[in-house]
T-cell receptor, first 108, second 117 residues
Framework: GQNIDQPTEMTATEGAIVQINCTYQTSGFNGLFWYQQHAGEAPTFLSYNVLDGLEEKGRFSSFLSRSKGYSYLLLKELQMKDSASYLCAVSPYNKLIFGAGTRLAVHP | DTAVSQTPKYLVTQMGNDKSIKCEQNLGHDTMYWYKQDSKKFLKIMFSYNNKELIINETVPNRFSPKSPDKAHLNLHINSLELGDSAVYFC????????????????FGAGSRLTVL
């Protein structure tokens, strides 16, 4: 089966750095995805990792350790618009299994 | 131009009724999905179709019947609605039904919020 854990809520200050962790157990692994979801909106794709290591995309970076079943999403230079839920998802192959999401509140 | 569009955005109905949600994508993708997001915010896959053929059915009650008239459309019909069906239903698409990756990502619609009274 699959199990994905991430913190329920986090708060951070504008301009700061925040790291959102995700641990997973899965019977098949074809990659780990991070999605951003603003309240009342569609989830939007942020990043994808399939090999161990860090993938950087502007202010967002995502890290994966397959042996530890662990990933994190790093958000730098936080902006108010980054207040959203961040969803960790594992793909066994042709579908996504999502965690419950981490609700991030960015304060001035 | 909306990539994945769903209608209606909001739906309020009584228990026992039958309702449909429609989804269309203009991305030229071959694969479409229905996900359900409940009050605890878990996004759970329900169905997946590739080029009009069912490829994933995640033990959803058979009151839920997806229909794909062509690869750009995937509709969801729900019979005999129950209180527990209240949720946001998201349609999504991907380029193909192969392994999801950075090149084959899920693109979601804006969601349809169903409230059953």
């Amino acid at each position: 089966g699959q199990n994905i854990d991430q913190p329920t809520e986090m708060t951070a200050t504008e301009g700061a750095i925040v790291q959102i962790n995700c641990t997973y157990q899965t019977s098949g692994f074809n990659g780990l995805f991070w999605y951003q979801q603003h309240a009342g909106e569609a989830p939007t794709f942020l990043s994808y990792n399939v090999l161990d290591g860090l993938e950087e995309k502007g202010r967002f970076s995502s890290f994966l350790s397959r042996s530890k079943g662990y990933s994190y999403l790093l958000l730098k230079e936080l902006q108010m618009k980054d207040s959203a839920s961040y969803l960790c998802a594992v793909s066994p192959y042709n579908k996504l299994i999502f965690g419950a999401g981490t609700r991030l509140a960015v304060h001035p | 131009d909306t990539a994945v569009s769903q209608t209606p955005k909001y739906l309020v109905t009584q228990m026992g009724n039958d309702k449909s949600i429609k989804c269309e994508q203009n991305l030229g993708h071959d694969t479409m999905y229905w996900y359900k997001q409940d009050s605890k915010k878990f996004l759970k896959i329900m169905f997946s179709y590739n080029n009009k053929e069912l490829i994933i059915n995640e033990t959803v009650p058979n009151r839920f019947s997806p229909k794909s008239p062509d690869k750009a459309h995937l509709n969801l019909h729900i019979n005999s609605l129950e209180l527990g069906d209240s949720a946001v239903y998201f349609c999504a698409s991907s380029q193909d039904s192969g392994g999801l990756s950075g090149a084959n990502v899920l693109t979601f619609g804006a969601g349809s919020r169903l409230t059953v009274l």
